[in-house]
């Protein structure tokens, strides 16, 4: 059974830092890409980051670039995002989600079509307020 949980959200102030996990099992982890997607309450489903099966290849959203970080640990079979300078516009919830193959090879990165993933995890809440 494909299983993806997120852990390391919570409360933070405006400009700080947190770092979000999501724990695979289920598959072979190594050869899947990976994204991470956020909602902010009461809007729509937002891509956020992507990355590759082997961690080489990563891509962000606009609203990210320079300030988010993705990486991979296919030893752990852990996916992470790296959140600095967190703004109050960040607060969501966020997932964790694996590219369908039928999309593309392991070695391509997703893209924010978000009908590219089949497997999500139950979201981990992130808040950033002062």
């Known amino acids: 059974e494909v299983q993806l949980v997120e852990s390391g959200g919570g409360l933070v102030q405006p400009g700080g830092s947190l770092r979000l996990s999501c724990a695979a099992s289920g598959f072979t982890f190594s050869s899947y890409a990976m994204s991470w997607v956020r909602q902010a309450p009461g809007k729509g489903l937002e891509w956020v980051s992507a990355?590759?099966?082997?961690?080489?290849?990563?891509s962000y959203a606009d609203s990210v670039k320079g300030r988010f970080t993705i990486s991979r640990d296919n030893a752990k079979n852990t996916l992470y995002l790296q959140m600095n300078s967190l703004k109050p516009e960040d607060t969501a919830v966020y997932y964790c989600?694996?590219?369908?193959?039928?999309?593309?090879?392991?070695?391509?990165?997703?893209?924010?079509?978000?009908?590219?993933?089949?497997?999500w995890g139950q979201g981990s809440q992130v808040t950033v307020s002062s």
């Open positions: 990355i590759n099966s082997g961690g080489g290849s990563t």
């Open positions: 989600a694996r590219r369908n193959p039928h999309y593309g090879l392991g070695f391509e990165v997703g893209t924010r079509d978000l009908r590219e993933y089949d497997y």
